[in-house]
């Protein structure tokens, strides 16, 4: 069975980075694209950063230049480090990935950025 792991998420104060990891266990085939979404207090799920086999990221508007997305093929991991931090940044993150067809999510990791 398919499953995706983050971690990385916690309290953090403006200004500060984290960085958040995302596994994909219980398969032998690598995932094509991966990305990560946020969802804040009383808001829609939304993109924050993608990225494809090759490697090629895309962000969101919100996130270009603090954000950065990464992957590391053979452990089927990505990853987002997040730096400047802004309250603003305050969310659960998932971790999305598309694998043989199907779109498989975590359980998500929270995110605050507080003083």
């Known amino acids: 069975q398919v499953q995706l792991v983050e971690s990385g998420g916690g309290l953090v104060q403006p200004g500060g980075s984290l960085r958040l990891s995302c596994a994909v266990s219980?398969?032998?085939?690598?995932?094509?694209?991966m990305a990560w979404y946020r969802q804040g207090p009383g808001k829609e799920r939304d993109l924050v950063a993608s990225?494809?086999?090759?490697?090629?990221?895309t962000y969101a508007d919100s996130v270009k230049g603090r954000f950065t997305i990464s992957r590391v093929n053979a452990r089927n991991t990505v990853y987002l480090q997040m730096n400047s931090l802004k309250p603003e940044d305050t969310a659960v993150y998932y971790c999305?990935?598309?694998?043989?067809?199907?779109?498989?999510w975590g359980q998500g990791t929270q995110v605050t950025v507080s003083s």
């Open positions: 999305r990935s598309y694998l043989r067809g199907q779109f498989y």
């Open positions: 990225i494809n086999l090759l490697g090629t990221p």
């Open positions: 219980g398969t032998v085939f690598v995932a094509d694209t």
